[in-house]
Nanobody, 127 residues
Framework: QVQLVESGGGSVQAGGSLRLSCAAT????????MGWFRQAPGKEREGVAA????????YYAGSVKGRFTISQDAAVNTVYLQMDSLKPEDTAMYYC????????????????????WGRGTQVTVSP
């Protein structure tokens, strides 16, 4: 059973940076995709960024493009989300997701694309 554990969340002021990590364990095959979603209170969970096999450059939501960078270290089965120039509207619970039975990059920001989910890490950005 694949387990995803997020870390690195916290509270920062606007303009600051955070680096989220998601460590994956419990699988014996290559995870072909990993992504980050976020959910603010009263809002739908939305895709933030994803990295797929064959597209190491990643996919990004328009609201974070140029500020966030997704990367992975296959040697330690970990995916990262570097978040720079943070804004108060980035405040949310951030979730890691992994494993895409249908490797269609156009669906990277759809929740049902991913099989496994972490429990989330809170990011709070103050003005």
């Amino acid at each position: 059973q694949v387990q995803l554990v997020e870390s690195g969340g916290g509270s920062v002021q606007a303009g600051g940076s955070l680096r989220l990590s998601c460590a994956a364990t419990g699988y014996s095959y290559t995870l072909n995709c990993m992504g980050w979603f976020r959910q603010a209170p009263g809002k739908e969970r939305e895709g933030v960024a994803a990295i797929y096999t064959g597209n190491s450059g990643g996919y990004y939501a328009g609201s974070v493009k140029g500020r966030f960078t997704i990367s992975q270290d296959a040697a330690v089965n970990t995916v990262y989300l570097q978040m720079d120039s943070l804004k108060p509207e980035d405040t949310a619970m951030y979730y890691c997701a992994a494993d895409c039975p249908n490797l269609d990059g156009s669906a990277w920001n759809i929740r049902t694309t991913y099989v496994y989910w972490g429990r989330g890490t809170q990011v709070t950005v103050s003005p």
